[in-house]
């Protein structure tokens, strides 16, 4: 492999070390190669003596904005970008091959409530894939998007009726990962449950849904999108519901798990939205 960025083969070897899939990597080869060729042409200094010490928190917010106002990416597209500069950039610092983090202060831009509500059930199956979110996020909001709720997540054997769905290609993606990282966690606590604690404190192994907020916290910086399962949940019934409108009650209620009193108020909610969507377009 040629390599299209400086320490390309040591940074994807520590990368694969630690799991990193083959399309993961193109992804940050992407991001990388591109950003390399950025500056080269746009960044005088590093274009003169090629030293990644010379490398700013100016540079890369000069990259960021190009991709974000020249290429029109989306928000979610330039945290990506950020989040594997990040990494990369981490793991010359953590070889003293830099002294400054150039990306240390700079934060993830976070999409406005207003498209998050639009976009997230679309952005899904990328989330689903993106090893840098851990796999308890990525599976939690599989489950709101199969119509769980936490009272049947957080139940005591959920896993069995878990591992009884059919996944698509994505989705078994994040399956996959949460059975890697489980696995020591299953043969300690001999247990199959799917969200454990990483260290047994308190009563029990499993993580109550306040625990496992601080992993959507963390994955929530990275994604500039807050994630409130409350209102993820609301979101993702109302998008799949104006996907589906002419489907008889009975379908859409097996596949979103609800009843006939569920269906009917998020319907009413559509109706409402939808109304003020119209209302704002005429003012």
Known sequence: MNAKFPYQKSFFKLLTQKGIDESTLVQYEKT???????EQHFNETFARDQLLADFTENDIRAYLSM????RDYQITTVNK?????????GFLFEHRIITTLP????????????NLATNWPELLPTWLTNKDLHPYTRVYL???????KNNEIFAPGFYKDFYKLDFSPNEQIAVADLKQYNRPLQENYNSHELFLKTHARGVGYTLSLPALHRY???DSQRLGIPIRPVLLRKEYMLWDLAKHRNEAPETTMKRLRLDIDSLSYYQNQLRIKE?????????
């Open 32 to 38: 990388l190669s591109d950003f390399f060729n950025y």
């Open 216 to 218: 959507l916290q963390t």
């Open 103 to 114: 990306t240390y202060a700079i934060k993830t831009k976070t999409i406005p409530a207003k």
């Open 67 to 70: 991709i974000a106002t020249k």
């Open 142 to 148: 599989l489950l709101i998007a199969k119509g769980f």
């Open 275 to 283: 109304l003020r969507l119209l209302k704002n377009k005429g003012n």
């Open 81 to 89: 970008c950020l989040s594997n500069l990040r990494v990369y950039f």
